[in-house]
DNA sequence: TTGTAGGCGTTATCAA
DNA sequence: TTGATAACGCCTACAA
């Protein structure tokens, strides 16, 4: 049972007190420069380093932001949360990250809860919320009611979150932009029977995509069949198995515009697995401009969500609002933008 | 400034004194029934958690895990995090991770060194550390020593680790087997002009595989030529140049393994580009088994690594040695497998 | 079964 | 500029 070394440890040595070390670890008020240096050769005898734990627990502020997120494994949110990171490095700031992706997306909202009471019990300084059950069209009652409360507790951002009236900050890809640009460009490629797969229809990004889209359809005069909006979730074989489903239409569409990147590059698998051609016998585009996008061959259209600048943004506001520089803007809109690549091409 | 609801707001709400509130709250000793359900009522009421904080430090422990490694967003590295995550989570730990991304590979190791210390002050009960300047064949002197005295300050798990004499548990792929029956299958299939692509020499699982391959190789009279190692990073764009640069020789390879997937996939994107049919023409394999493989056409062939294997046998091991069921097997060896795919096809 | 008191490692206040 | 001392919120002997 070693001793723990602390700051009594380093005090006693240097001959001074408890308080003077303090003073030189934190650099808030003078310590004389021979007592300064004497300090400084005892903490590197010893290789001290200060205990954030108790740190935090005196300062009631620990330097740490709590983020909410359903995988870190997918591009997309993994690079939102990487960027994040790096932001809260550089201004002091840790991240406690917590991936709910194990919880069910339609129904369970427990483990997101717990997250929450978990995450707060550490006492973070603010809370990220990206994606997940937040944006929920049929959000449990009781959930609902947790955020709410939430937002006394804590100072929260919301990346792409949905629900109406919540006293947070927002930070929103506005998606429409990037949208129209796309739907415009697969018109003006001859493209009328466009079909959109991917996510669920009770999840706000899917709806308001698809809200988007046919307004933007709509502009054209176009319509939308419904039975080419294909719901399944996010992931590569969703991607797959609605592609396949399509293909096996009797009346197909010409383009396909997917809820995510993974999607896309799942529909691309099939589509060049059961031998139709990418763009010249179908047109695929994508959304989030990942990564992924340019693994395949074609590379695919897609729309960019700036997911940098989401993070930064979000990470931002948050250290902003914590450090009492004060925003008024409680509302963001992050610019989306098309971005061409080779998966689209004139309707045949 | 309103005053946190404490211990102390509990208990004296609830007539009894603080001490019996945490007994509550941590069970460990018994508390009148009458009173545990007048105290339980009241943490409801104001829907109180105990500051872990405080918890914390008074406990000297804090069931968190630091956990290092380059980046989060490469598919392999998430997967082991995303299991790690959940192991942890599952046996009443947290996470603290920290990406080492921004690091030069290569050259500076002070973000690492500093992530060390960084986490260290955070009071975590152990640290695991992935991939990174762990396995630099020319680790700084200074950074071999920090990670030398690290493990006399806290226990260590290190997953594909290579330093030498190191007192810490070891996590490690066996790459023999899967690179063996990799090779195997390649000349099975009449390859006799194998490339190895991707991966810095310096580091221990490029060299690692490559030696690997090589003695595999030597056994079915095979040599290596080494114009076909081509040294790149870990990248999906160390794929595409590296593949461009074997498809400007004169003397092609017909068989390229990838030092990983992303690598893989990256080589697969240029080949196609540039005509060049896989398998037919070409074949690509790749290591780590991750979603990508089964993104593009053709599905690539690669050697499984089970990451969440690596991650659940890593916590596991930790915990086990925190919480005193010591394990005298320092050493853990993974085993590695290969799987097939249709990247791969007998050479022309 | 319960309460009192001291300690966990820092920081901040107040005198000196 | 420095040193005592009292928080910070919780846990755990020890005593009752």
Chains 1, 2 share one sequence.
């Not at 001959?15 to 003077?20: H, L, P, Q």
């Not at 796309?182 to 009328?192: A, G, T």
């Not at 197909?252 to 590059?265: F, G, K, Q």
Request: proline share 3%; glycine share 6%; charged share 25%.
């Amino acid at each position: 049972m070693k001793k723990n070394i602390t700051i009594y440890t380093i005090a006693e040595e240097a001959g001074v007190s408890a308080a003077t070390v303090s003073r030189f670890l934190t650099g808030k008020a003078k310590v004389n420069e021979s007592k300064r240096r004497k300090i400084d050769e005892i903490i590197k005898k010893y290789n001290y380093r200060p205990n954030a734990v108790a740190r935090n627990l005196s300062n009631q502020v620990t330097k740490t932001l709590g983020f909410i997120m359903p995988d870190v494994t997918a591009p997309f949110y993994g690079t939102v949360f990487l960027e994040a990171e790096r932001v809260a490095l550089e201004m002091g700031y840790s991240i406690l990250l917590c991936n709910t992706m194990n919880d069910n997306v339609l129904t369970n909202t427990n483990v997101e809860m717990n997250y929450i009471d978990f995450i707060l019990e550490k006492q973070v300084d603010g809370l990220i919320i990206m994606g997940g059950h937040i944006d929920n069209l049929r959000t449990a009652p009781e959930y609902l009611e947790r955020i709410n409360t939430l937002t006394n507790q804590i100072p929260l951002v919301m990346i792409n979150g949905e629900i109406r009236g919540l006293d947070c900050y927002n930070i929103t890809s506005d998606s429409q932009a990037g949208i129209n640009q796309l739907v415009d460009y697969l018109v003006s490629l001859n493209h009328e029977k466009i079909a959109f797969i991917g996510g669920y229809m009770d999840i706000q990004p899917t709806m308001r995509r698809l809200q988007i889209i046919q307004e933007s359809l709509g502009r054209h005069g176009i319509g939308f069949n419904d039975k080419w909006f294909i719901e399944d979730d996010f992931s590569v074989q969703a991607g797959k198995d609605s592609m396949e489903k399509l293909l096996r239409m009797s009346d197909r569409p010409t383009a396909v515009i997917c809820v995510n990147d993974m999607v896309a590059v799942g529909a691309l698998h099939t589509a060049t697995k059961m031998g139709v051609k990418v763009p010249e016998e179908m047109s695929i585009a994508g959304f989030d401009n990942t990564y992924l996008t340019e693994c395949v061959v074609p590379e695919i259209t897609t729309v960019d969500l700036q997911p940098k600048k989401l993070a930064n943004t979000a990470i931002e506001t948050m250290i902003k609002h914590l450090e009492g520089n004060m925003t008024d803007k409680k509302e963001i809109m992050i610019k989306t933008q098309l971005v061409l690549r080779d998966s689209c091409s004139m309707a045949g």
